[in-house]
């Protein structure tokens, strides 16, 4: 009862920081905006200029939702991945899913030369990215719910996610190899990925997205307790493994796939989150961790989200770039710091 | 064209038929194989004595030379020396932070020069063929009058140029596939007395391998120069190559006279309308840096690009956000990426709405003048008509001023 008593506190203090860290990425960017206007801005009474308006409401905020949906998407897909395959450096990019989103984009930005003028004019609007990020990443996810249904052996699940991986990429190296090295710029800058190009019609569709993947996240909650004990261990606990296992990978691949079309591959956050949050959460329970990773995903996302504004100078750091930049010295640092690894 | 769809065909055959091969020794038919063998072999010929005849290309008769002094007043890339019986052409600055110098001999019959001194390369001019690499170097050979000296040229669905498309369309250019990755067996059988080409950096082994083989490489460095007068001089490269220096002589100077003239009539003008430049791509912002050669042309149609202060001749990627903060209130929007009109805009990102250009209908792009294979015009002649973008971007800001003057290269995109 005590442990439950510490994590519920615990929980308390990360939805504050939240809070914040929410508060802090509005407040930060490009242009300085003084907080009294941000939240004039925020309650509706408007900014004292038309500019600062546009740029609280229609850019910072929608960015600020977004950078909350994928910190948590993706560090609840990343715990899914760990648990199930039972090992921690497993992330939610493991089943080959960003990959397949690379695959979509290259075809549609790459290969737009080779098939003319319609995609080639259909590539400015901002849906052709996310419907062709999205497309890539669901083939993947057939394949590997096909090979589920028909391989045993969860490992080998892994093995075959990888495999479609670097198929994938030999495909956008062959695409990147006959293309001009304007539409390779434009690869290279999506798989850059960026928080800040989504309007409040994409957060919607993104958080629907991610509202489902963490519902089915949780309904599985029991399962992957019992599935960390050991395959044998939750079927003798009545867990249906084949059941469990396809509903962890949907739900990974919604949340994921979901993501990936919207912001572009965002690297790190997944495979580093679990980790980060179980050093402070000593629990294997997943009713705690799952809203654990969430809180702690968002925050760091928020956090990465404002250092790579820059505040205050006209340049902007590719987030792709300062997740690992951040997240990699504070995971080596609890490491060192604990001296081992729990999981 | 006739020869062309020969060729495709030889080459689907050859191929299908190494298909067919591979297919029969997986299935264990190894006794079928050596026939098959002949006949791809057979198809294999066949094609070459097909792309043989193609290539063959009329020589010019004998080249006069125009006898004339070129002196290079602009540009920072490229220098001619006049000594007795051959020139010297220096080339530096090719690439940014280049400070290698190359210099070349130019001289009629490269038998009879002698010299102590190293050189880059002896090349005899005027040439009678020239592959060039950059859709940027057809208008200058056009206008020179040479350009039916050009054999070949990489991914030729880049150039737009009418005469120039017209000659392609004869079969009388060679495609020579990728500019990062030339079709090097091509080449050689082409055998052009010069290829012309740019270096983005110091690694240029593919221009290294050509020069190896017996092909003579010169790098063009006119997308290095930074001021509209300097790219333009570049004529004057060719000029010397192509042995109408006179010509390019005349020619530069009357681009130079129209783009002062063009200049000191935008002068006139009291108002000094503000100008905003560049697109998105995701949410970074890229326009043009104070020192750019765009910035200067604006700069010179007495305009006030709200960037002018930014340094470097490049292009700058900035956040959205202070873009628009910045750039909310200029008149005119000149040149707004790729995009070709206003609805294209809007659905791309919401933000573009927000500027007073776009509400006030005043945004100019060049993306709309394409040419017959999708080549956007603006990118080929460009640089090579500074007075022409100068009037057209004067029209755009003063039109009072440039009555006659209708826009060439813009068009007020709706």
Known sequence: MHARKKHQTYLLILLAVLLMAAVLNLSMGSVHIPLKEVLNALIGKGASQETWDFIILQYRAPKMIVAILTGSGLAISGLLMQTLFRNPLAGPFVLGLSSGASLGVAFLILGAGAFGGFLGNTLMSQWSLVIASALGSFLVLLAVLAVTFKIKDTMAILIIGLMFGSVTAAVVAVLSYFTNAEKLQQYIFWSFGSLGNQSWNGALIMAICCILGIVMAFASGKSLNALLLGENYAKSMGVHIKRTTVLIILATSVLAGGITAFVGPIAFIGLAVPHITRQFFTTSNHFTLLPAVMLCGSILMLLCDTIAQLPFSEYTLPINAITSLIGAPVVIWLLVRKRKLLF | ?414
């Open chain 2, 1 to 414: 064209m006739y020869a062309f769809h020969q060729k495709v065909w030889a080459n689907l055959v050859f191929f299908f038929s190494l298909a067919i091969i591979e297919i029969l020794l997986y299935l264990g038919m190894k006794n079928l194989v050596p026939f098959l063998m002949l006949f791809v072999l057979l198809s294999g010929c066949k094609t070459e004595n097909e792309s043989k005849k193609k290539t063959i290309v009329e020589a010019p008769k004998e080249l006069e030379a125009e006898v004339h002094k070129t002196n290079v007043q602009f540009a920072e890339g490229f220098k001619v020396k006049q000594y007795e019986g051959y020139k010297k052409l220096t080339l530096k600055n090719l690439w940014p932070g280049s400070d290698k110098e190359f210099n070349f001999i130019l001289v009629k019959d490269a038998d009879n020069f002698k010299s102590k001194k190293k050189f880059d390369g002896i090349i005899e001019v005027p040439l009678k063929s020239i592959v060039v690499t950059s859709t940027t170097h057809i208008p200058s050979l056009e206008m020179l009058g040479v350009e039916d000296r050009l054999v070949g040229f990489p991914n030729l669905d880049y150039i737009s140029s009418e005469k120039t498309i017209q000659r392609i369309d004869a079969g009388e250019i060679m495609e020579l596939g990728k500019n990062e990755d030339l079709n090097t067996e091509l080449l050689v059988e082409l055998q052009p007395d010069l290829m012309v080409t740019f270096a983005i950096d110091s690694d240029n082994s593919s221009a290294e391998r050509i020069q190896e083989i017996g092909i003579p490489v010169l790098y063009n460095g006119d997308w290095n120069e930074t001021t509209p007068l300097g790219k333009a001089e570049w004529i004057k490269f060719f000029g010397v190559l192509m042995g109408k220096e006179k010509t390019a002589d005349s020619i530069f100077n009357r681009i130079k006279i129209d783009y002062t003239n063009a200049k000191n009539v935008a002068g006139q003008s009291e108002s000094k309308p503000t100008v905003l430049s560049g697109a998105m791509y995701r949410d970074l912002w890229h326009l043009p840096q104070g020192g750019s050669w765009a910035a200067q042309l604006i700069a010179d149609a007495n305009g006030e690009y709200l960037w002018n202060d930014t340094e470097g001749t490049g292009s700058s990627s900035l956040n959205v956000e202070s873009v628009l903060e910045k750039g909310k209130n200029a008149q005119y929007w000149i040149g707004p990426g790729q995009f070709t009109s206003l609805d294209q805009m809007k659905e791309a990102h919401s933000a573009y709405e927000q500027f007073d250009a776009y509400q006030n209908n005043n945004v100019y792009s060049f993306t709309n003048k394409k040419g017959a294979n999708g080549g956007v015009l603006y990118y080929e002649l460009a640089p090579n008509r500074p007075d022409m973008v100068l009037k057209d971007i004067g029209k755009i800001l003063h039109p009072e001023l440039f009555p006659d003057h209708e826009l060439y290269f813009f068009t007020k995109i709706e």
